[in-house]
């Protein structure tokens, strides 16, 4: 038993040195791709079409969140380091700057489209209606004292009708994403920010103290009123039902896929649907996008074409199958100009 | 007198004994609360998990008359012809009075998209069917599959639900003629990951949680079980085996993302390993299952009575045979338990696997340790947060497959210690 | 008196005094005082086949055995008596060093097998315990068939060239041990499975199927009952004419029927040697006679 075991384990031990060999003499046959996990749902549908009607093999998709799938991808590039990155926002200067200096100079950046968040609640109760700067005086750590002067308290608002008069006198209570998620930075950069900067004085702070200013404006109060959920929306969505008093944020996709539980609250006079985000009319939305490494395309197989059906209006078109899964298009022009640049694999160039 | 004294010891004795006897049942009152509470959580879980899962066993498969038709195929295209029109052509076929663009697509949606793919699979196999009309049984779509199972009531309104009106007419008239059926879901067993919920399968997790499993039990158990003999049978006690010995009793309460961390750094950072490998991921639950192994497996040889090492250095053997031939094989059970026990708890284990890329959308079934591969936990908790309401039924039935292994793996355990258990 | 010079020159000499030179009675107040704890009576012999001279064992900082010299004669029973805790089977298993097993026990002096000392660097301690067996308080076979049990030894020793020679070996092995008739229709079964008596008979088989040349029993009866103790006693009468036995033993009973000669031990020291007849009718150290009379111990 004693012998076996060693002569098992030397075995095993031999067997995969030498399937690390083999792997590293041979390169990679499958597309690496890392990032977003709101683009997650997206790149997976492509890559499983593309797996599936193509001779190569499915990519791999991990779901590391934005800022971890750049920096796996700046890492370098060597073949052992991800092709395609997703986020759910764009590549950040400072991020640009590392891949330069790793030596991942030539990256092509793809917008793929869109996706709003909504803040929704369940269809038990009634729907919403807010203004961006509802949502900062109900959410923000410290708002604007009410008595008058430039000067900030700790919020001290509890009910929705406090905020606004026009509102239902119910308990503030928003279940949302942790500060790690992608779709927590757009909301509070989109949502709340907006809202933020209707109060005169604290947008005056963005020119003469822009930092005071972010975190004034981006700061969700921690006393209770705003829940951090976790990253599972669909945990939110049940936990809405649950409870018709509170209010969810999340991605446009689950309420797609939900709509006969919850309903999507009126933001700005505009309701949070598919069409209203496509047309931009929506105002919590935000572009999604993905970032190739020029330098693998030709060397990992499949690369020139996994982009082809990405580009591919049966894809990210108005009628595409990503639209079946709650991604919302480009508008036409958009789409022709970055399928253009994904073609010529244009580089991007970032300058502070 | 001497009889009074007497009687009043005895009178004392049954005083107290009263209580004693109370205080026993308390005790086993509440131990048995204890256990019933536990197995009414259990059993709770079970049922929770069970009640939601257990209709991703069937899935609806919608019967359609295809027509591999001549014109569609060439010699060179076998797998790209357009199957997706085959299946829109025998649609179209059953309902010819549905017309319009629009209304086509609406149609057209009810079967899955991987119907093609099946389609595709059946010519390959057999290029012979090519001209010939077939009835075949294909999956429908995640959403006709939600409605038949009863998740989506046609009672609210239309533009709260994803399928609309004139969608429910047909699927009631295709339930009508009998071409819409649940079925047992073999997908769900023999499919890899995929993102439409009624082609997603558990086979690419478990042949990954597989691969992993075995590279873990191929380095954890010789290495776990040579520490352990070290330790205990061999090193001096001073204080560096002190030291050591202590490390190990942390390490077996250290958060497993930290040898998560750590296999990041030097698997495959320093060794440059591939990225979301089981034998990468083996590599790392060796080494958070390595203390439970080593503890475990110390015990046992502790509990190996000191006789029998006597009786074998008293007829001179050798202190390397004394432990071959005869604590080995005593210690052996409680050590394979031990073991066992360790692989259950890395079976059940995401977090250390998501640094080092084992946490991916993986379509395809993984055939060794160095394809890239995902683990049954993983799966679940990769469709848990997946927006699609199919997949909620599919992530308790991947629960169930899990469970089932752990299971299995915790009774083959017992069965061990029940076999090779020896008395002395 | 090869004995002799052996105790001149590791600088012992033993208090022998005018007590040990008579066989007469000794008068009361002629008995060593009980502050005595030098050596009372004849530790040697002229036909040694182990010479122990200046033994010290330590526990750590614990002093357990205390310059103790005596010799172990050629086809002789050597029965150690004494009260618990007075180091006994420590020096016992300082013979075949067993002792080596226990964390920080230390041994000092000269101990000689057939005038080679065992504690010699050059000493390998397995063909030392294949020389010098040991049977245990508890009976301990291995948890296998009885055949292996006594087979063990000469397997792991290649002792035996085949499988016939070794079934020879466990035959008269267990024939020696007084076993074989109990057990010879049954050898494939567990050794675990005999009564108590019988598995202290298989370890003692097992331990002679090796050929030792000294046999150490640490209390081999204490575990057995009267009926059982009878046949082991009469086994180590009849193993005497081949095997130099020292055996340890609580039960001063059993000392006077099975040996020739007793040494009793007191707090690591040792008392008095003699020959047991004598130990047990004329002791010429109060302590030795407080404990046979049972005043303690």
């Given at each position: 038993m004693w012998k076996k075991g060693l002569t098992l384990a030397t075995a095993s031990i031999i067997l995969a040195s030498a399937a690390v060999n083999v792997y590293a003499a041979s390169g990679r046959d499958y597309i690496s791709i890392v990032g977003?996990?709101?683009?997650?749902?997206?790149?997976?549908?492509?890559?499983?079409?593309?797996?599936?009607?193509?001779?190569?093999?499915?990519?791999?998709?991990?779901?590391?969140?934005?800022?971890?799938?750049?920096?796996?991808?700046?890492?370098?590039?060597?073949?052992?380091?991800?092709?395609?990155?997703?986020?759910?926002?764009?590549?950040?200067?400072?991020?640009?700057?590392?891949?330069?200096?790793?030596?991942?100079?030539?990256?092509?950046?793809?917008?793929?489209?869109?996706?709003?968040?909504?803040?929704?609640?369940?269809?038990?109760?009634?729907?919403?209606?807010?203004?961006?700067?509802?949502?900062?005086?109900?959410?923000?750590?410290?708002?604007?004292?009410?008595?008058?002067?430039?000067?900030?308290?700790?919020?001290?608002?509890?009910?929705?009708?406090?905020?606004?008069?026009?509102?239902?006198?119910?308990?503030?209570?928003?279940?949302?994403?942790?500060?790690?998620?992608?779709?927590?930075?757009?909301f509070v950069e989109l949502a709340m920010e907006g809202g933020c900067s209707k109060v005169d004085w604290i947008k005056a702070l963005k020119e003469t103290d822009k930092k005071y200013y972010k975190s004034v404006c981006h700061t969700v109060r921690?006393?209770?009123?705003?829940?951090?959920?976790?990253?599972?929306?669909?945990?939110?969505?049940?936990?809405?039902?649950?409870?018709?008093?509170?209010?969810?944020?999340?991605?446009?996709?689950?309420?797609?896929?939900?709509?006969?539980?919850?309903?999507?609250?009126?933001?700005?006079?505009?309701?949070?649907?598919?069409?209203?985000?496509?047309?931009?009319?929506?105002?919590?939305?935000?572009?999604?996008?993905?970032?190739?490494?020029?330098?693998?395309?030709?060397?990992?197989?499949?690369?020139?074409?996994?982009?082809?059906?990405?580009?591919?209006?049966?894809?990210?078109?108005?009628?595409?199958?990503?639209?079946?899964?709650?991604?919302?298009?480009?508008?036409?022009?958009?789409?022709?100009?970055?399928?253009?640049?994904?073609?010529?694999?244009?580089?991007?160039?970032?300058?502070? | 007198?001497?009889?009074?004294?007497?009687?009043?010891?005895?009178?004392?004795?049954?005083?107290?004994?009263?209580?004693?006897?109370?205080?026993?049942?308390?005790?086993?009152?509440?131990?048995?609360?204890?256990?019933?509470?536990?197995?009414?959580?259990?059993?709770?879980?079970?049922?929770?998990?069970?009640?939601?899962?257990?209709?991703?066993?069937?899935?609806?498969?919608?019967?359609?008359?295809?027509?591999?038709?001549?014109?569609?195929?060439?010699?060179?295209?076998?797998?790209?012809?357009?199957?997706?029109?085959?299946?829109?052509?025998?649609?179209?076929?059953?309902?010819?009075?549905?017309?319009?663009?629009?209304?086509?697509?609406?149609?057209?949606?009810?079967?899955?998209?991987?119907?093609?793919?099946?389609?595709?699979?059946?010519?390959?196999?057999?290029?012979?069917?090519?001209?010939?009309?077939?009835?075949?049984?294909?999956?429908?779509?995640?959403?006709?599959?939600?409605?038949?199972?009863?998740?989506?009531?046609?009672?609210?309104?239309?533009?709260?639900?994803?399928?609309?009106?004139?969608?429910?007419?047909?699927?009631?008239?295709?339930?009508?003629?009998?071409?819409?059926?649940?079925?047992?879901?073999?997908?769900?067993?023999?499919?890899?990951?995929?993102?439409?919920?009624?082609?997603?399968?558990?086979?690419?997790?478990?042949?990954?949680?597989?691969?992993?499993?075995?590279?873990?039990?191929?380095?954890?158990?010789?290495?776990?079980?040579?520490?352990?003999?070290?330790?205990?049978?061999?090193?001096?006690?001073?204080?560096?085996?002190?030291?050591?010995?202590?490390?190990?009793?942390?390490?077996?309460?250290?958060?497993?993302?930290?040898?998560?961390?750590?296999?990041?750094?030097?698997?495959?950072?320093?060794?440059?390993?591939?990225?979301?490998?089981?034998?990468?991921?083996?590599?790392?639950?060796?080494?958070?299952?390595?203390?439970?192994?080593?503890?475990?497996?110390?015990?046992?040889?502790?509990?190996?009575?000191?006789?029998?090492?006597?009786?074998?250095l008293g007829v001179g053997a050798s202190k390397m045979q004394a432990i071959t031939h005869h604590i080995l094989p005593l210690a052996m059970p409680g050590m394979m338990t031990g073991t066992i026990i360790g692989m259950a708890q890395a079976l059940?284990?995401?977090?250390?696997?998501?640094?080092?890329?084992?946490?991916?959308?993986?379509?395809?079934?993984?055939?060794?340790?160095?394809?890239?591969?995902?683990?049954?936990?993983?799966?679940?908790?990769?469709?848990?947060?997946?927006?699609?309401?199919?997949?909620?039924?599919?992530?308790?039935?991947?629960?169930?497959?899990?469970?089932?292994?752990?299971?299995?793996?915790?009774?083959?355990?017992?069965?061990?210690?029940?076999?090779?258990?020896?008395?002395? | 008196?090869?004995?002799?010079?052996?105790?001149?020159?590791?600088?012992?000499?033993?208090?022998?005094?005018?007590?040990?030179?008579?066989?007469?009675?000794?008068?009361?107040?002629?008995?060593?005082?009980?502050?005595?704890?030098?050596?009372?009576?004849?530790?040697?012999?002229?036909?040694?086949?182990?010479?122990?001279?200046?033994?010290?064992?330590?526990?750590?900082?614990?002093?357990?055995?205390?310059?103790?010299?005596?010799?172990?004669?050629?086809?002789?029973?050597?029965?150690?008596?004494?009260?618990?805790?007075?180091?006994?089977?420590?020096?016992?298993?300082?013979?075949?060093?067993?002792?080596?097993?226990?964390?920080?026990?230390?041994?000092?002096?000269?101990?000689?097998?057939?005038?080679?000392?065992?504690?010699?660097?050059?000493?390998?301690?397995?063909?030392?315990?294949?020389?010098?067996?040991?049977?245990?308080?508890?009976?301990?076979?291995?948890?296998?068939?009885?055949?292996?049990?006594?087979?063990?030894?000469?397997?792991?020793?290649?002792?035996?060239?085949?499988?016939?020679?070794?079934?020879?070996?466990?035959?008269?092995?267990?024939?020696?041990?007084?076993?074989?008739?109990?057990?010879?229709?049954?050898?494939?079964?567990?050794?675990?499975?005999?009564?108590?008596?019988?598995?202290?008979?298989?370890?003692?088989?097992?331990?002679?199927?090796?050929?030792?040349?000294?046999?150490?029993?640490?209390?081999?009866?204490?575990?057995?009952?009267?009926?059982?103790?009878?046949?082991?006693?009469?086994?180590?009468?009849?193993?005497?004419?081949?095997?130099?036995?020292?055996?340890?033993?609580?039960?001063?009973?059993?000392?006077?029927?099975?040996?020739?000669?007793?040494?009793?031990?007191?707090?690591?020291?040792?008392?008095?040697?003699?020959?047991?007849?004598?130990?047990?009718?004329?002791?010429?150290?109060?302590?030795?006679?407080?404990?046979?009379?049972?005043?303690?111990?």
């Open positions: 977003s996990s709101t683009v997650y749902p997206f790149a997976t549908t492509v890559a499983e079409q593309f797996g599936k009607t193509s001779k190569f093999k499915t990519p791999k998709i991990e779901s590391t969140g934005s800022g971890g799938g750049m920096k796996l991808f700046c890492a370098g590039s060597d073949i052992d380091t991800p092709d395609i990155t997703n986020a759910s926002r764009r590549i950040k200067f400072s991020e640009y700057e590392k891949c330069q200096k790793n030596g991942v100079n030539e990256i092509v950046e793809v917008k793929i489209g869109y996706d709003g968040i909504v803040l929704a609640n369940s269809k038990a109760a009634p729907q919403m209606t807010l203004s961006k700067k509802d949502i900062f005086f109900a959410l923000a750590k410290e708002v604007p004292d009410p008595q008058g002067g430039e000067k900030l308290i700790a919020n001290p608002y509890t009910t929705w009708k406090e905020v606004n008069p026009s509102l239902p006198d119910t308990k503030i209570e928003v279940l949302g994403p942790p500060p790690t998620s992608g779709t927590r930075d757009a921690e006393d209770g009123a705003y829940v951090e959920a976790g990253e599972n929306d669909n945990l939110i969505v049940q936990k809405l039902e649950a409870n018709p008093k509170a209010l969810g944020i999340f991605g446009f996709s689950f309420l797609d896929q939900n709509g006969d539980k919850i309903q999507g609250s009126v933001v700005e006079g505009e309701l949070p649907t598919f069409e209203n985000i496509a047309a931009g009319k929506y105002p919590v939305s935000r572009p999604l996008y993905f970032y190739v490494k020029k330098s693998h395309v030709g060397v990992v197989p499949g690369m020139t074409e996994f982009l082809g059906e990405f580009i591919n209006d049966k894809a990210w078109g108005e009628e595409g199958y990503l639209s079946d899964k709650g991604l919302i298009p480009m508008p036409a022009e958009e789409r022709k100009q970055f399928a253009a640049d994904v073609v010529a694999l244009k580089p991007l160039v970032m300058s502070k | 007198m001497q009889a009074e004294k007497r009687e009043t010891t005895m009178d004392r004795v049954s005083k107290g004994l009263a209580r004693r006897y109370r205080r026993e049942r308390w005790f086993r009152l509440f131990g048995l609360s204890a256990i019933v509470t536990s197995v009414c959580f259990i059993a709770l879980l079970f049922v929770s998990i069970g009640a939601n899962g257990w209709s991703a066993f069937q899935q609806t498969e919608v019967l359609l008359d295809i027509h591999f038709d001549k014109e569609q195929f060439d010699v060179d295209n076998l797998s790209t012809a357009n199957y997706g029109a085959l299946v829109k052509n025998s649609m179209q076929a059953l309902f010819p009075d549905v017309t319009g663009r629009s209304d086509k697509r609406e149609l057209n949606k009810l079967v899955s998209s991987g119907a093609s793919y099946v389609l595709q699979k059946m010519v390959i196999k057999d290029t012979g069917i090519i001209g010939s009309t077939k009835k075949i049984w294909l999956p429908a779509d995640d959403e006709v599959d939600m409605f038949l199972k009863g998740y989506i009531s046609r009672d609210v309104a239309e533009s709260a639900r994803r399928l609309n009106d004139k969608q429910i007419g047909w699927i009631d008239q295709l339930v009508a003629e009998g071409r819409l059926e649940k079925k047992f879901n073999t997908i769900f067993f023999t499919a890899g990951d995929s993102r439409e919920p009624e082609l997603a399968g558990i086979r690419g997790a478990v042949a990954g949680s597989l691969f992993t499993l075995a590279v873990t039990l191929l380095l954890s158990f010789p290495i776990g079980v040579a520490t352990a003999v070290y330790l205990e049978e061999f090193a001096p006690r001073n204080r560096w085996t002190d030291l050591v010995e202590v490390n190990i009793n942390n390490l077996a309460a250290v958060p497993s993302i930290v040898f998560g961390l750590l296999g990041l750094a030097v698997f495959l950072n320093v060794f440059g390993m591939p990225r979301s490998a089981p034998l990468v991921g083996g590599l790392v639950l060796t080494l958070m299952t390595l203390p439970t192994i080593i503890i475990a497996s110390r015990a046992s040889l502790k509990s190996v009575p000191p006789s029998i090492r006597e009786a074998a059940g284990e995401t977090a250390p696997l998501l640094m080092i890329g084992m946490v991916a959308f993986i379509v395809d079934v993984p055939h060794g340790v160095t394809d890239p591969a995902t683990v049954l936990p993983v799966q679940i908790y990769l469709w848990a947060d997946s927006p699609e309401r199919a997949f909620v039924e599919r992530t308790s039935a991947a629960i169930m497959v899990l469970l089932g292994f752990l299971i299995s793996m915790n009774a083959i355990a017992v069965f061990l210690r029940r076999k090779f258990e020896r008395r002395w | 008196m090869e004995s002799m010079s052996a105790v001149l020159t590791t600088g012992e000499t033993p208090f022998l005094g005018a007590y040990s030179m008579t066989q007469e009675k000794v008068r009361q107040e002629d008995k060593a005082p009980r502050e005595n704890r030098m050596t009372v009576g004849v530790p040697f012999v002229d036909d040694a086949r182990m010479t122990c001279r200046g033994v010290n064992v330590y526990y750590g900082e614990k002093h357990a055995i205390n310059n103790v010299s005596i010799d172990v004669g050629r086809n002789e029973v050597l029965a150690m008596i004494g009260p618990s805790g007075c180091g006994k089977s420590t020096f016992l298993r300082c013979l075949n060093r067993m002792n080596d097993t226990v964390e920080g026990c230390r041994v000092e002096g000269d101990i000689q097998l057939d005038e080679l000392n065992i504690y010699d660097k050059s000493v390998d301690v397995v063909p030392l315990r294949a020389q010098v067996g040991m049977v245990f308080q508890k009976p301990n076979p291995f948890p296998k068939s009885i055949y292996d049990n006594v087979a063990y030894g000469p397997k792991i020793h290649g002792l035996a060239s085949s499988r016939a020679e070794l079934d020879e070996v466990v035959e008269s092995s267990l024939k020696k041990a007084g076993l074989w008739s109990e057990v010879s229709d049954r050898l494939d079964q567990p050794g675990t499975g005999l009564s108590g008596g019988q598995q202290q008979r298989l370890c003692i088989a097992r331990a002679i199927a090796v050929r030792p040349e000294v046999i150490l029993m640490d209390e081999p009866c204490s575990a057995l009952d009267p009926i059982a103790t009878a046949t082991v006693e009469d086994l180590i009468s009849e193993l005497q004419e081949q095997y130099t036995i020292v055996i340890v033993t609580h039960n001063m009973q059993q000392a006077a029927r099975v040996s020739q000669r007793t040494a009793y031990f007191h707090l690591g020291d040792l008392i008095e040697v003699g020959s047991t007849d004598r130990i047990f009718t004329n002791p010429r150290h109060r302590l030795t006679e407080d404990y046979i009379t049972g005043r303690f111990g």
